[in-house]
């Protein structure tokens, strides 16, 4: 029974790949918890950031951008997670790119349950809009295909709107005690946190291809007095994705190596010892077992 009438509220950011859903749970949680790129498919996994104000608590549930045409299973995986974020959640964000409503958006609406409550519609980058007068014909397009609760346009990355949406999300929170500290902003625990920066500075800095070919594993997580010992494989499927990441004299994953430290120094504020490897697992990204032992749980 809530006799301090607190209230909890779980929210899923939904849309398709590169929408700027992940820049959006870091911009509403005032840290980073996501790791962003401005490559498709950086997410792969679902994330919780959770935000405690006052008497509110907000857990957001961020999740792979849905994408049509690849038939890989890691694709069919993250398709998979993205749509059963749908489900059991207080609110949906549903998160498009300013003007540009795809054929992807539409299917991804599709399979919004017609009685879901509390859908808001949430249009992104628009930083980037040249003629602003357009945003109210393409707000009004999009509101004829779902009954949205709300619409609300922002930017992500320059942090317009976003408070705005925030008192929105609070104004439909549920009575409901909070189900973490106050002080919890995340769910994931701090090895694979360290996967996701590693693999975040691998993504930044490699071609077109690689990033969709690569993975990374923590093989040691160690904390000792004064440091943390970290030991890390990435996997590719390919020698020459390999030699990529590895870099001529090995100066990429050198660079790699010290930009995740430093990263995970600041957020985990201890000094880090970080080794990594890297290594050819051919076809990993369409096996299951492979998906299974790396950490995404297919089956």
Request: glycine share 6%; charged share 25%; hydrophobic share 40%.
């Amino acid at each position: 029974m809530n006799n301090r009438e607190e209230k909890t509220g779980t929210v899923s950011l939904i849309g398709k790949t590169n929408v700027g859903k992940s820049t959006l749970l870091n911009q509403l949680i005032e840290q980073k918890v996501s790791i962003t790129s401005r490559k498709p498919q950086t997410t792969r996994q679902r994330l919780l950031g959770i935000k405690t104000t006052g008497k509110n608590q907000i857990i957001f549930v961020d999740t792979p951008g849905f994408h049509q045409g690849q038939k890989r299973a890691l694709n069919k995986f993250m398709n998979k997670v993205a749509l059963n974020s749908i489900q059991g959640v207080d609110i949906v964000l549903f998160v498009v790119d300013s003007l540009n409503f795809t054929e992807v958006d539409q299917y991804l609406l599709d399979q919004m349950p017609k009685d879901t409550d509390n859908v808001i519609l949430v249009i992104n980058k628009i930083d980037k809009i040249l003629k602003k007068e357009n945003l109210l014909p393409f707000m009004g397009n999009i509101s004829k295909s779902y009954d949205f609760d709300a619409l609300i346009p922002i930017s992500a990355l320059k942090g317009n709107n976003v408070k705005e949406l925030e008192q929105e999300i609070n104004s439909r929170l549920p009575l409901a005690d909070h189900l973490y500290p106050r002080d919890q902003i995340a769910d994931s625990s701090e090895r694979f946190l360290a996967s996701e920066i590693i693999r975040e500075k691998c993504i930044t800095r490699v071609g077109d291809e690689v990033p969709y070919r690569l993975t990374v594993i923590i093989d040691n997580f160690k904390e000792e007095s004064r440091l943390v010992n970290i030991d890390a494989t990435i996997y590719v499927e390919k020698n020459s994705q390999k030699g990529i990441v590895i870099g001529e004299q090995g100066k990429r994953l050198k660079a790699i190596g010290t930009a995740a430290r430093k990263e995970l120094e600041k957020m985990l504020d201890i000094k880090i010892m970080l080794r990594l490897w890297v290594k050819v697992k051919k076809n990993w990204t369409n096996d299951n077992n492979a998906l299974n032992l790396m950490g995404y749980k297919v089956v």
